[in-house]
């Protein structure tokens, strides 16, 4: 029951339906979750209890999706917005990373040979999608690209697209504190020199990334990315997070299996847990942001990257959807505006695809 401590009892928020036997759940008052209605001044709690306890209750955002949700659930809105990430699991198929495994093995193998790699060298290659015509078909995955569009929008592009493979590391890796300044991965929240602007001490929501995890990685220490749940919502310059260290108790081992994506803000702080598990980690991000950003692995791909590329493909890889490079307009000479700031639709081609997947 919700009781304005000031007023007398207001009927429509007592009893809210009883709640068995679960930790993550919105209470609801004769099926309403939204308490703006109470908001504002103090108000007393009252719970009814029979054999049970409270572990922990707090008040959120009501999350909703708009008409135009393409594929995005409300536990996903809400998980991306307070916790900064959501898992989709199967987001690849076994076959799909079974195909992409040959592919990061070749590139691996490659460099592992012209640079003469020892047993534990890491290879974090950039701009994969100007790599190989498999990586680049992944920037688009059906079952991902709908969630990103969702969560940022049509008028987006490509920022960064990279493969990581992790050998195994050796044991004293382990004795270091994870993610500390001496460890081998520190804690960091991914952006560009100089940092993201701040809003009032919250960084503003510029960019996203997916990472899809092509090996095993379900034990602790063998390779997995960790987030700090939430770190995306204050900046960790002015809240002092580099000096106090790492809530131990939001930080989340993304201990998954082969085929899951991980969808996240890149604002998160994150790092890994040393590698030593049997065999290499292997995995690939895809970063995405606003079109009238810069991309930090190319400021135009290469033509023959470009040659054959569908319009959506020449969008996320960063060129007007038409193919043509009227960058600045139509007329440049007295007139020039970036097609990039003021796209038509036919430069955002993900605009008429988001729209056709709606039908
Ligand atoms: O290798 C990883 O899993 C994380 C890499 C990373 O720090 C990033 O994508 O920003």
New binding site residues.
């Given amino acids: 029951m919700v009781l304005p401590i000031t007023s007398r009892f207001v009927k429509s928020w007592a009893n809210s339906a009883p709640i068995q036997d679960e930790i993550d759940r919105p209470v609801r008052w004769n099926s309403n979750a939204d308490l703006s209605a109470v908001a504002g001044p103090p108000v007393r709690l009252c719970f009814a209890l029979g054999n049970a306890v409270i572990y922990a209750f707090r008040f959120t955002g009501v999350y909703t999706l708009s008409d135009e949700t393409l594929g995005l659930t409300v536990q996903q809105r809400r998980q991306f917005d307070e916790d900064g990430f959501f898992l989709v699991e199967d987001a690849l198929t076994l076959d799909e990373v079974a195909a992409l495994l040959v592919v990061v093995d070749v590139f691996y193998a490659r460099f592992a040979a012209a640079r003469a790699f020892g047993p534990h060298e890491t290879l974090?290659m950039r701009n994969i999608v100007a790599a190989d015509p498999l990586l680049k078909e992944v920037m688009e995955h059906p079952r991902i690209l709908p969630l990103v569009v969702d969560l940022m929008g049509f008028n987006i592009q490509l920022r960064t697209s990279?493969l990581?493979v992790?050998p195994p590391m050796e044991q004293e890796h382990g004795e270091k504190a994870l993610g500390s300044p001496e460890s081998f991965?520190p804690w960091?929240a991914?952006g560009p020199n100089f940092g993201w602007p701040e809003v009032d001490g919250v960084l503003p929501f510029m960019e996203m990334?997916v990472?899809y995890y092509l090996t095993d990685l379900t034990a602790h220490n063998s390779g997995?990315?960790c987030v700090v749940k939430g770190s995306h919502r204050t900046s960790p310059w002015l809240d002092g997070q580099r000096e106090k260290g790492v809530d131990p108790e939001r930080v989340v081992e993304v201990n998954v299996k082969p085929g899951t994506a991980l969808v996240w803000r890149?604002a998160l702080w994150?790092?890994?847990t040393p590698n030593l598990a049997g065999d290499a980690r292997k995995?690939l991000?895809y970063?995405y942001h606003h079109r009238w950003m810069r991309s930090s692995d190319f400021d135009h791909q290469r033509p023959e990257v470009l040659a054959g590329c569908t319009p959506i493909q020449l969008q996320l890889l960063g060129e007007l959807g038409t193919g043509k490079d009227n960058y600045t307009g139509d007329d440049p000479e007295m007139h020039p505006v970036s097609r990039y700031w003021r796209p038509q639709d036919e430069d955002i081609p993900l605009k008429a695809w988001a729209e056709g997947q709606r039908r």
């Fill in positions: 974090q990279h990581d992790r991965f960091h991914d990334k990472g997995a990315i890149t994150h790092c890994l995995c991000y970063g």
